[in-house]
Structures are given as structure tokens and as C-alpha cells.
């Protein structure tokens, strides 16, 4: 993604996600996830600076239709995954401070706030926690989007119940199309609905289309997880710099030897 081919693709306005993958529950770990979170909105804040003349933050309607005006690129911003909170409410004011407009609750396993839906433990809590439950409470009082995307069917329909205001699901998909625990049934998509919320598409092909299972691929990428100690692909973001880009060019030769089936936009 750059400025460029935003302009020419048409696409005027995009969030920047302030994303953490979920690393170890501790109150050591909670606090240096704290400060990368914010060494992530330094960064953006610091791109946007050096680019003013092509793009810069809004953080509500108003301001992206007036930077729309100026032939400038609109940047929201987001925070993926409440793990980047710790326990701490008061962190919720400093992300909305510095620009957030919604919090995904939690990422691709479970954390402190609430159950996501591919924790291979299962369920904690079957849905929020008593944090999460502040949490959701803190964002609709701040007016920052609470955003379902990952969470478990039980934390959704918590969401639903506790939320005052419309929530959306930032990158979600349809279970009917696809049978991804990550996506949503039918009856999810009523409530989001009746909820007045929105869905964005996921297009990542693991969630639009069943993809064909290649031993030879998921045995290769397991040897790969085993030598660097991470659970995901997503792992590598956690590694020291060498690491990753050693892990990267892993994967890019692993994915010439045995290609994804990807979807196609039809």
C-alpha cells in the first residue's frame, strides 16, 4: 500500500492499524506491549509529518470529507488487538487521544478482554471477560468503534447485548461462503444488522475460499514454525529483525515450491 496507488486506485480514505499479535499474558509483557503500541502511533504520526503534502490524519467524518476536498489521501487510524491495553482503561483515552477509532478486542488468540475465535485452548470466558466488559463500556463513552473482527460467536453477541452504540467487524467474512470460525452465520449478520453496525470484507483467501489441503506445504511450513519457535505466520513479527527477514525468505521460496490455490475476485 502507498500514496500513488491509493490515487490511482480510486481509494481516498484507509485505516492504519496499529496491530500487535498476541504475545505472553504478563504484567511485564502488558506494559512492553503498551510501549510498542505506541512506538507503532509515533511511527504514523511521524510518516504522516513527512508526507503532509500528500496525506493526513482525520479523526472524524468532517475532517475526511474536508482533507478529501484537498486531493489528499484521508488516514484513520485503528488499534488491532486490545492486548496492546493491558489491563489498564486509562490507555483507551491515550489511543482515542492520539487518533484511534476503534480497538479490535483481541487477534487470533485469546487475551485479557475477551475469547477470539481460533484460540486452539478453546474458550475462556465464553465471551468478554469482567475487563472486556469495561472496555466495551470505556470505547462507547470515548466514541471509539468497537470492532468484532476475530472475537468468538459468545464475545460477539456479548458486544451486541452491552453496546449502546452501532459496533462494526473491520474485516470479517460470511460463514455461508466460507466455513471459517473467524466468519460470521447468518444470524450474526441479522444482529450486526439490526445492531445498525457494519461488516468490511476479509479478502484473504482462507476466509472467501476453501482451500484444497497440500500435506507437502503444511509439513514444510510446520518445519518452519519448529526453527524459528513461532505459532504463525504472524509470529515473524515478533522476531528480532535478522530473524524475519530470514523467516521471509523462507516462506517466499516455500510458496514457489508449493503455490497456494489463491481466490480469484470472481
Known amino acids: 500500500m502507498d500514496y500513488p496507488r491509493m490515487k490511482r486506485g480510486g481509494l481516498d480514505a484507509i485505516f492504519f492499524a496499529v496491530y500487535l499479535g498476541q504475545g505472553p499474558r504478563t504484567s511485564e509483557a502488558h506494559e512492553a506491549a503498551k510501549k510498542r503500541a505506541l512506538g507503532i502511533f509515533d511511527a504514523i504520526n511521524t510518516t504522516l509529518k513527512s508526507t503532509s503534502e500528500l496525506a493526513e490524519l482525520a479523526t472524524t467524518p468532517d475532517d475526511a470529507y474536508r482533507i478529501g476536498k484537498t486531493g489528499k489521501r484521508v488516514i484513520f487510524i485503528g488499534v488491532e488487538n486490545g492486548y496492546a491495553m493491558g489491563h489498564d482503561l486509562l490507555m483507551l483515552q491515550k489511543f482515542y487521544d492520539l487518533g484511534a477509532r476503534y480497538m479490535t478486542l483481541c487477534h ?14 478453546g474458550a475462556e470466558y465464553q465471551g468478554l471477560s469482567p475487563l472486556g466488559e469495561q472496555v466495551v463500556k470505556e470505547m ?17 453477541y456479548d458486544v451486541i447485548r452491552l453496546s449502546k452504540v452501532p459496533i462494526i467487524a473491520s474485516h ?28 468490511q470484507l476479509n479478502l484473504l483467501s482462507d476466509y472467501i475460499k476453501t482451500i484444497p489441503a497440500s500435506p507437502e506445504r503444511e509439513a514444510a511450513m510446520k518445519d518452519i514454525y519448529e526453527k524459528y519457535n513461532i505459532k504463525d505466520r504472524r509470529g515473524m513479527m515478533t522476531l528480532p529483525e535478522a530473524e524475519q527477514q530470514k523467516a521471509r ?18
Open 172 to 199: 470479517s467474512g460470511a460463514k455461508a461462503i466460507c466455513n471459517h470460525p473467524r466468519n460470521l452465520t447468518d444470524d450474526m449478520l441479522k444482529a450486526l444488522a439490526k445492531n445498525g453496525g457494519v461488516i
Open 249 to 266: 525468505a523462507e516462506f517466499t521460496e516455500l510458496n514457489k515450491k508449493y503455490p497456494i490455490q489463491l481466490a480469484t475476485v470472481g
Open 108 to 121: 487470533s488468540s485469546n487475551n485479557d478482554i475477551c475469547d477470539s475465535s481460533t484460540d486452539p485452548k
Open 140 to 156: 462507547n463513552r470515548l466514541g471509539m468503534m468497537v470492532d468484532v473482527s476475530h472475537v468468538s460467536d459468545s464475545t460477539f
